[in-house]
């Protein structure tokens, strides 16, 4: 529906003659064609605010990302990310604290698209910077992200996010030393090669071992800290 165009009788009653006719046809198509191009500026607008947006989120989202070149001592680190939309929450972020020899990472996902999104989660990414860079274990990490966006976001936000400690064995240690917190993230994977004393080994080279959800998702609901 585009509108209506009210035409009222002569004043004497009289037809309208073939001329007025073709006017008021005329009339009718200049206001279809007017607001037409109305129509269509108002989408190419609306397209050029949505275009502007999703450029300054690409931008945002591509910082909450590491840097491919990025070398890590004593580990090789791979990565990979493709977003399901064109914009995404979601971080990826690897710290090396080299004073406890150790590595955090982090893999997170936040509710909501765009910048909303791409901002709650660059400050997620913030906070996990200045936690893992004092040395503050996974578990301390999880609950004091936990405690900041139960308190400082809307009810129905929430990001789920997997938190992984790695460090380096000791010199009277053979393995490297893995901690974890999944919060309501999809379940990650350990892949553990067998070793030629495994009975197994000859069959199955490796076995994968499951790092399923451990803890609820991040700023739904307080955590008790006994736990």
């Known amino acids: ?62 910082s909450l990302l590491p840097d491919h070149d990025i070398q890590y001592d004593s580990w090789d680190i791979a990565w990979a990310h493709v977003s399901a939309k064109e914009v995404g929450g979601d971080v990826i972020d690897i710290m090396e604290d080299s004073t406890n ?28 910077q200045y936690l893992a860079k004092k040395g503050t274990s996974v578990d301390d990490i999880a609950f004091a992200m936990n405690q900041q966006l139960f308190s400082s976001t809307p009810a129905d936000t929430f990001v789920t996010a997997t938190f992984l400690e790695l460090r380096k064995p000791s010199d009277s240690e053979e393995h490297a030393q893995i901690t974890y917190v999944n919060a309501g993230h999809p379940a990650g994977y350990l892949i553990q090669y067998s ?22 998702l991040l700023g739904v609901m307080e955590w008790d800290p006994n736990h």
């Open 1 to 62: 529906f585009k509108g209506t165009l009210t035409i009222f009788d002569h004043i004497n009653g009289s037809e309208f003659q073939p001329t007025e006719l073709r006017f008021i046809k005329t009339l009718t198509q200049l206001c279809l064609q007017s607001i037409d191009t109305i129509r269509l500026q108002e989408i190419e607008v609306k397209q050029q605010s949505i275009q502007k947006e999703l450029t300054i989120a690409r931008s945002i989202q591509s």
């Open 101 to 128: 020899d150790r590595l955090v990472m982090m893999i997170a996902d936040g509710a909501g698209k765009g910048i909303p999104g791409a901002l709650l989660m660059s400050s997620v990414q913030a906070l996990f």
């Open 195 to 216: 070793t030629s004393e495994d009975s197994a080994s000859l069959n199955q080279p490796f076995h994968l071992i499951s790092l399923p959800s451990s803890a609820p």
